[in-house]
């Protein structure tokens, strides 16, 4: 009777496979050079997950292949052939039409900004000592260049160990370079002795600004960050204080722990955190409300859902007084922001 009960017992369905994994079998599927191919677009990261999900996918069964190649066909099956090379295939049937000057002067308005020249993605794959040394050797507007093309903790460990002048004076070159002419890249292309041609023409590239910088001083250490905004502030208020408040925006406030959260929402206006929220992603949304009273989060939620359209201008007036708020009460030790919290004991 019991072996007559296991053959009716349905089997349990298999655990669906993870991305990183599937990927990962995917790979060691395809010939070397294929693999190798691959590997070549992606970014140091992405090798790198890819290569530790190798060595468990050396190790994976018949049943995981099979659902590797599954969730393969599912992902693929509505992808646009359209999107394969796009860019590669504009600008060549642009350049064909019109001719590389007229090519180039329409693709620079109308071209996705892309995070960095691809001719500078080499820089990742750099140790933080090289970038370092890049950094601090090189004419300090090349550094600049450098440093808005890094990842912002990367940066931040490249400034970090230089001397304080030299700090503040990187930084606000980075935070004031805007366009930057395509001839300077090749500047950097012939350091770094990895790409042989830059772009057609010399188009502008819009890199660096207080937002970048704002992300590198983050990273760094609390003592660093307020010695150089204090030295960037006496060359440039209004950059400093900008610099200063993308450090810490609305969205951050979910990295808070929901004591600290909470903390900061006592200390906002009911009609004002109502605005804020309006214009906030749901989850962070949420959050915040969790950290209220019953009561009190029914009745900011009543307000919102009665609100109406409001104007983006009138959110990020809101959602900057709660930020405020919130630097001001870090400010005085009553809650601690982002990288801050390392420099207490």
Same mark, same amino acid.
């Given at each position: 009777?019991?072996?007559?009960?296991?053959?009716?017992?349905?089997?349990?369905?298999?655990?669906?496979?993870?991305?990183?994994?599937?990927?990962? !079998?995917?790979?060691?599927?395809?010939?070397? *050079?294929?693999?190798?191919?691959?590997?070549?677009?992606?970014?140091?990261?992405?090798?790198?997950?890819?290569?530790?999900?190798?060595?468990?996918?050396?190790?994976?069964?018949? $049943?995981?292949?099979?659902?590797?190649?599954?969730?393969?066909?599912?992902?693929?099956?509505?992808?646009?052939?359209?999107?394969?090379?796009?860019?590669?295939?504009?600008?060549?049937?642009?350049?064909?039409?019109?001719?590389?000057?007229?090519?180039?002067?329409?693709?620079?308005?109308?071209?996705?900004?892309?995070?960095?020249?691809?001719?500078?993605?080499?820089?990742?794959?750099?140790?933080?000592? $090289?970038?370092?040394?890049?950094?601090?050797?090189?004419?300090?507007?090349?550094?600049?260049?450098?440093?808005?093309?890094?990842?912002?903790?990367?940066?931040?460990?490249?400034?970090? *160990?230089?001397?304080?002048?030299?700090?503040?004076?990187?930084?606000?070159?980075?935070?004031?370079?805007?366009?930057?002419?395509?001839?300077? !890249?090749?500047?950097?292309?012939?350091?770094?002795?990895?790409?042989?041609?830059?772009?057609?023409?010399?188009?502008?590239?819009?890199?660096?600004?207080?937002?970048?910088?704002?992300?590198?001083?983050?990273?760094?250490?609390?003592?660093?960050?307020?010695?150089?905004?204090?030295?960037?502030?006496?060359?440039?208020?209004?950059?400093?204080?900008?610099?200063?408040? *993308?450090?810490?925006?609305?969205?951050?406030?979910?990295?808070?722990?929901?004591?600290?959260? *909470?903390?900061?929402?006592?200390?906002?206006?009911?009609?004002?955190?109502?605005?804020?929220?309006?214009?906030?992603?749901?989850?962070?949304?949420?959050? !915040?409300?969790?950290?209220?009273?019953?009561?009190?989060?029914?009745?900011?939620?009543?307000?919102?859902?009665?609100?109406?359209?409001?104007?983006?201008?009138?959110?990020?007036?809101?959602?900057?007084?709660?930020?405020?708020?919130?630097?001001?009460?870090?400010?005085?030790?009553?809650?601690?922001?982002?990288?801050?919290?390392?420099?207490?004991?």
């Amino acid at each position: 009777m019991d072996e007559d009960l296991d053959e009716m017992t349905p089997p349990e369905p298999a655990t669906p496979l993870d991305g990183g994994l599937s990927a990962a !079998i995917l790979l060691m599927l395809l010939e070397d *050079g294929d693999s190798s191919a691959v590997l070549q677009h992606l970014d140091p990261a992405e090798v790198k997950s890819l290569a530790k999900g190798m060595f468990e996918a050396s190790c994976a069964t018949e $049943t995981d292949v099979e659902g590797a190649l599954e969730v393969f066909v599912s992902n693929n099956r509505d992808l646009s052939q359209l999107a394969v090379g796009a860019r590669g295939r504009i600008r060549g049937m642009m350049n064909m039409a019109l001719g590389d000057s007229t090519a180039n002067r329409i693709w620079t308005q109308i071209a996705p900004a892309q995070a960095a020249p691809p001719s500078l993605e080499a820089l990742q794959w750099l140790d933080t000592a $090289t970038v370092s040394s890049l950094v601090a050797n090189e004419h300090p507007q090349l550094a600049a260049i450098i440093l808005s093309a890094l990842p912002a903790e990367v940066a931040a460990d490249a400034v970090a *160990g230089l001397d304080e002048a030299v700090q503040a004076d990187l930084l606000f070159r980075t935070a004031t370079l805007g366009p930057v002419p395509a001839a300077a !890249i090749s500047d950097i292309e012939a350091i770094l002795a990895n790409y042989a041609e830059t772009s057609a023409g010399n188009p502008l590239l819009n890199m660096g600004g207080h937002g970048d910088v704002a992300k590198i001083v983050n990273n760094l250490s609390r003592p660093q960050a307020e010695k150089l905004l204090k030295t960037i502030r006496k060359k440039d208020k209004i950059l400093a204080d900008a610099i200063e408040e *993308g450090m810490f925006i609305f969205a951050d406030l979910a990295q808070l722990d929901t004591k600290s959260l *909470g903390a900061v929402m006592r200390n906002v206006e009911a009609d004002r955190l109502a605005l804020a929220i309006k214009g906030a992603d749901a989850a962070l949304g949420e959050k !915040i409300l969790s950290t209220l009273s019953s009561r009190a989060a029914q009745t900011i939620s009543d307000e919102i859902a009665e609100m109406g359209p409001v104007s983006r201008a009138d959110v990020e007036e809101a959602q900057k007084a709660v930020v405020a708020i919130a630097r001001g009460m870090a400010a005085s030790g009553e809650i601690m922001l982002g990288k801050q919290s390392n420099d207490y004991v």
